[in-house]
Every structure is written in C-alpha cells, then in structure tokens.
C-alpha cells in the first residue's frame, strides 16, 4: 500500500514519508492508493479499541513497519487515559448513543490521531538516528493533544504558537503549565492566521533546522491521525451492534478530518447509513451540502471554538475521491483556483452526496438550548461541541432512521464559561483537567514576527 496527491504530483510515496512529509510537495493532501477492505466476520471477535487498532493500523503500515512492530508498538501507543477502555458508549434511548472520546489527557478527542501519529514519528526517529521539530500552531485542541502526545519522546522538540483569541483558559493552560525541556508554548501577539503564515513559512524556509533534522507537521491533514480516528469507528459499531446494522453519526466538524475517518471505515467496510456534518456558525461546509457553494468567508467567534474554521481542508480530500472519483487533474485545477474561485461542482455530482452526508449548523443560542435538553431529560451534561452533533440529530430525527451515535469530542470541563451561562454545574472535572488549573503557567511570548519567532527556536533547538 502506496500513498499519492489529491493533486496528482507527489505519488508512490510509503506510509513513513507520508507520516514525516505531512502535505504533498504538490500542495495536495496524501491519500491510500486504494481503500484497504475489512473482513467483518474476522471483526466480530475483535473486543477493546486495541484490538481494533491491531486490526485496521497495519492495513496502511506495510510499506515501511512490519506487523509484528506495529502490532507491539499499539499496546502502549494510547496512554494516561481515564479509563482503560479508552472511550466510552453512552446510550440515551433506543435511538442515540453518544460516543465519549474525550477520555485522553486532554480531554478532547485529537488524543487518539495525536498519540498515535507521535508513537510513529518515534519509531521512525529512532530507527533513521534522527532528531525533529514539531512545528505548528492552535486555535483550540490541536496544540495541547500535540504537545502532550510528544513530550515523552527525547528526539521531539515541539513549538506551539497560540494566537490571542477564543481558546478557553483551560485549553491554553493545557499548552502552558508543561515544564519540560522538549516542549515550546509560545504566546504570539496575534491571530490564528498570522501564526498560520508563519508556520507556513518555517515549512518553507526550514532555516532553524540542524542537518538532516526533520521538520513535523501535526495539523489535520497529516494521514496517520485519520488512521488513529478510523478505529474508534469501526469500534463504536462493533459495540452497538456486532458491525450487522447500519448507523448514523453526527459529528461536530471543523476541518472535517473526524467525518473524513467515518467516510474512510466506510469505504474500507463499515456499514454506514448517514453521516450528519454538524457545524456551527462557519457554516462553509454546511452551504456546500446544501447549496453547492464552497466559498471561503470571514472566521466567527463561537462558543464552539475548535469548530472556527473558514475552510475545512480535509474536504479536499471527499472532493477528490467521492465526488470526482480521483480524477487528480479536476482536483488540481479546482484547488489551484480556490478560495479566489469558490468550489461549485456540476449539479448531478453534487447531488450524489444526499445520499450518504446531510448537514445541519447550529448557533450558539441552540447550541445552549441542546445542552440545558439533554441535561433536564437525560441527565447527560455535554461540551459545547458535542451538542452542535446533538442539536443536528433532535432537528432531523425524521431523516435519521437507524440508530445515530453522537460523537462527544471533548469533556465540557474544558469550556467552563459556557456552563456559567446557563448556571449548571460540572459535577466530575476529570484529573487532567483539575491538574492544569493551579499550575503556573510558564509560555514565551512572542511577536507575530517570523524573523523572532524562527530564531527562538533557532536558539532552544
Ligand atoms: C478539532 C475539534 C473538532 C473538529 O474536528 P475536525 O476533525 O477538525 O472536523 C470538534 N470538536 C472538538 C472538541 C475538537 O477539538
């Protein structure tokens, strides 16, 4: 199994270059050269998350790591859990589950892409003698699963830029009361896309590197976090119902990395009726499903935060293999053109997606309401996040005939503010939360400056 471009330029590539490469040379986002198949009657005796990982990992891995190391490697790559299951299903009536993923030490579900994807850059550190940087920066949850996912690895150094803006104190202090060596909170004096730009341009430059020292990329689009993400859905429908019935999930998208993994295990087996794309108030992704207009719009502030999003970039990647079928040069020329030209698709491909994916945005003031209903009617307290998933379904439960299962990507201790608002109380604020909350918080800060910001890690590599 061999890797290539959505955009056709950067091809035959191993699982370990795609893992330590992150974006195409091209500019596009790295794919599987085929969609590896599952046997679902092998599947049915799977039982914990683990066994699933040993299952589907080495389905993408065979290119550079034998099974046998993998398979070793995937007992230990998911740890400081709250559980030793990993994740957990709620059920809520005959008709909702909800699936916990923010069981991690950061209590958000980017733990389970994250700590794989480190485990890997680890083992491929280890085995060329080589060191790297982790380079990136965070407008919610990305930063801290990164930062926490390496700090264990001596050959990994990471360097985190966090912009001024809507992250919750918790998710800042998450990234900022780590006191270790390999690891660089920076505090930048501006937005998320000024600290973008500048990532964009190390990526480029790399003049703060040693020789041969690799350069890491942990945003959405490096492959192996959607392999990490894949599991827990081929998981979630073994639990509910051996993998025999199709189910719904509704996912709260920003990047649409989460949706991209639901769309992978189908494609690799998985029954699957619907996937409902719950997004808040940057609804880029909703107007496409809907109204075939992918246009880039300005970023609102929402009480969703790691939702913010104004171009969701894993799309590329359901643009190029279901809707235009890896046609790689239609999928080259539409990317080149955007956002200058938004993305329309001609009106019969477009309506292919009805079929497998609706969408449905959620404002903050129903986001609040769908929290205060399941909190009265189930008892159930849900982040922010997780209850744009939840508005979705109770708004369409006519178009959802199987049974849905609600991805609850993060713990609502994260977003406390939120639950001052509506007066609820968070009775259980998980230990890695209530680790964070007195430490002394210990970031640099930095000027939006790529010249000041290159030679600080120029200077602590
Ligand atoms: C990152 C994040 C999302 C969005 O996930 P994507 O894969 O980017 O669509 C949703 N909820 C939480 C809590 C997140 O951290």
């Not at 490697?73 to 909702?96: A, C, Y």
Request: glycine share 4%.
């Amino acid at each position: 199994m061999l890797f290539h471009s959505t955009r056709g330029n950067d091809k035959n590539k191993t699982f370990e270059e795609v893992l330590m490469q992150g974006l195409a040379d091209d500019g596009g986002l790295f794919m599987p050269d085929f969609w590896p198949q599952v046997d679902l009657k092998e599947m049915k005796n799977l039982e914990s998350f683990v066994d699933v990982a040993k299952y589907i990992v080495p389905l993408f891995t065979k290119s550079s790591f034998d099974d046998d190391e993998v398979i070793k490697m995937l007992d230990e790559t998911w740890h400081d859990f709250e559980d030793k299951n990993l994740l957990k299903i709620h059920n809520i009536n005959d008709s909702i589950d909800i699936l916990e993923l923010f069981l991690g030490p950061t209590a958000a579900f980017k733990d389970f892409g994250l700590q794989l994807a480190a485990a890997f850059f680890n083992k491929s550190l280890k085995k060329q003698n080589q060191t790297a940087i982790v380079f990136g920066a965070t407008s919610g949850d990305t930063g801290s699963a990164a930062i926490d996912a390496c700090k264990k690895f001596d050959a990994i150094k990471s360097f985190i830029l966090i912009p001024d803006g809507n992250m919750s104190d918790i998710q800042r202090k998450q990234m900022t009361t780590v006191d270790q060596q390999n690891v660089f909170a920076i505090l930048v004096n501006g937005t998320f896309d000024d600290c973008q730009d500048i990532v964009k341009e190390g990526f480029k430059t790399r003049s703060f590197l040693k020789k041969d020292q690799y350069l890491l990329a942990v945003n959405s689009i490096n492959w192996v976090r959607i392999i990490g993400q894949i599991c827990y859905y081929f998981y979630a429908a073994l639990s509910i119902n051996k993998l025999s019935e199709p189910l719904n999930f509704s996912v709260p998208t920003g990047n649409f990395g989460n949706v991209f993994a639901c769309y992978s295990a189908y494609k690799m087996g998985m029954p699957l009726a619907k996937i409902v794309v719950a997004v808040n108030k940057n609804d880029i992704l909703q107007r496409f499903f809907n109204n075939n207009d992918y246009s880039k719009s300005e970023v609102y502030e929402t009480i969703s935060p790691s939702m913010d999003i104004s171009v969701a970039s894993n799309f590329e990647r359901l643009i190029y293999d279901f809707f235009l079928d890896r046609d790689e040069n239609q999928c080259s020329k539409i990317y080149t053109d955007f956002p200058s030209k938004p993305i329309q698709m001609d009106e019969s491909i477009w309506k292919k997606s009805q079929d497998l994916f609706f969408s449905y945005k959620v404002n903050d003031e129903s986001t609040l309401n769908c929290i205060n209903k399941f909190s009265d009617q189930y008892n159930y307290l849900m982040d922010p996040h997780t209850a744009v998933a939840a508005e979705a379904v109770l708004n369409n439960s006519n178009d959802l005939k199987n049974k849905t299962v609600i991805l609850s990507t993060a713990h609502p201790a994260k977003f406390p503010n939120v639950f001052e608002k509506i007066n609820k109380e968070i009775s259980y604020i998980p230990n890695s939360i209530r680790n964070v909350l007195h430490k002394k918080e210990i970031a640099n800060k930095l000027n939006a400056s790529k010249k000041e910001i290159f030679s600080f890690i120029e200077q602590n590599n």
